[in-house]
């Protein structure tokens, strides 16, 4: 049972698990809900499915949020849309443009998982494309904290007479575009931390041996993972002990993002040798090499030679590298990064409190020994109270492998 967005159903569906269902989200012929007087039913209803049609554009919409749009006459669907891909059509627009006539959406409720846009980008203001349309009503599941929004879109229908009504799960709307929030207001990408370990909580053996932990299943879910972010980050360390290529091997997928994930090492002593998986595939896919200021400066020449981009960090200390790398990705307008490990890596990300999201995968296996490796290593904490929190989001079961997603409590 492979779930392959973020598990984001897990916590929609109970909110509307008491709710008739519709026949389809595509458009197509709608049951009107049989209490047409519970308006707010109603409206958490229709923007459930605002929020599961955003989700389509997850790993394609990026560094825009994702967004769904569903609109409403007497009590059924006549249209939907979602943003399927970055620089295109965003959600109102797709859902206006499925009508048969432009005059059907005038005197509709359009549903919105995210407050329309007012400004013109890549694409021309939706807020203006709904008031142009005639609706008579919007109901937004959260404002937009993008500086160009913040309230705008809301003013500009509320200007034009329409009817808004904001906050409709907003929780859900939130928790969706959790990634896109962290990015606008604090200017880092998110940071998925994955692993996965035995039983006992080990990521290697004693010697170091690590492949593989689980099954074919679970690894095709991580492909999935590498398949939708937007960089993947490692150590020095993993780069030595697996040589890995670090891309989405994935096939017959049309869902999937055809912009492979750029891959970022970080290097604060070592640096990758020139017959490296990465560095000779360098030309093809992007790899980008986060050094601190002792690295052999020499052999940056030839790393960039063979294809590799080097962003040279101020500081020698790990976390604080890692916060100014996240900074640099962010200016870059970079979503999502995942951290495929190891031990040290992880440490710097947690010590500079920068893991949003962990993936961890239980393979069913022990290893035992004292000297074998916990997924995070460093110091850690020494009170529990001091320990970062996190809520499960989803569990998932791949054959005899189990994948637990939790989300960071704030």
């Known amino acids: 049972m492979a779930a392959v967005s973020f598990g984001f159903q897990e916590w929609i569906d109970p909110s509307m698990s008491d709710l008739p269902k519709p026949e389809s989200t595509d458009g197509g012929p709608q049951r009107p809900l049989e209490n047409e007087n519970a308006v707010n039913e109603k409206d958490q209803h229709f923007m459930g499915m605002a929020i599961h049609l955003a989700q389509k554009g997850l790993g394609a919409v990026e560094p825009n ?101 904001v906050g409709v799960m907003q929780e859900e709307a939130e928790m969706l575009n959790a990634p896109y929030l962290k990015l606008v207001r604090d200017g880092r990408p998110w940071v998925i931390a994955k692993w996965a370990m035995t039983m006992d909580g080990r990521i290697a053996t004693a010697s170091g041996q690590s492949q593989w932990i689980t099954g074919d299943q679970a690894r095709q879910e991580v492909h999935r993972l590498r398949a939708r972010v937007d960089g993947i980050a490692v150590g020095m360390g993993t780069v030595v002990a697996d040589d890995p290529m670090l891309t989405a091997r994935l096939t017959n997928d049309p869902s999937l993002s055809s912009q492979p994930a750029g891959r970022f090492v970080f290097c604060r002593h070592r640096l990758p040798a020139l017959e490296s998986k990465l560095v000779r595939s360098a030309s093809d896919i992007p790899v980008t090499l986060c050094v601190g200021p002792e690295v052999e400066h020499a052999r940056l020449a030839q790393l960039e030679q063979a294809g590799v981009h080097v962003i040279a960090l101020h500081s020698q200390e790990s976390s604080e590298m890692v916060s100014e790398m996240l900074h640099r990705l962010g200016q870059k307008q970079m979503t999502n990064l995942m951290l495929e490990g190891g031990a040290e890596l992880l440490a710097s990300f947690f010590s500079a409190d920068q893991i949003d999201e962990c993936h961890v995968y239980l393979g069913p296996k022990l290893f035992g020994g004292e000297s074998a490796k916990g997924p995070i290593g460093g110091r850690g904490i020494e009170q529990i109270a001091d320990a970062l929190k996190f809520r499960l989001i989803s569990l998932d079961a791949f054959g005899n492998d189990f994948r637990a997603t939790y989300r960071r409590v704030i």
Do not use: N, W
Not at 82 to 102: C, D, I, M, N, T
Not at 130 to 149: Q, T, Y
């Open 65 to 165: 949020p994702m967004v769904g749009c569903v609109l409403v006459r007497d009590g059924q669907v006549i249209a939907t849309g979602y943003h399927q891909k970055f620089g295109g059509p965003h959600a109102e627009v797709e859902a206006l443009r499925s009508l048969e006539s432009p005059a059907q959406a005038s005197g509709v409720t359009a549903y919105v998982s995210l407050e329309p846009c007012c400004h013109h980008g890549k694409t021309p203001p939706c807020a203006q494309a709904l008031v142009d349309a005639g609706v008579s009503r919007v109901v937004v599941a959260m404002a937009d904290p993008f500086p160009k929004v913040a309230g705008g879109g809301l003013d500009l229908l509320r200007s034009a007479g329409i009817e808004t009504t």
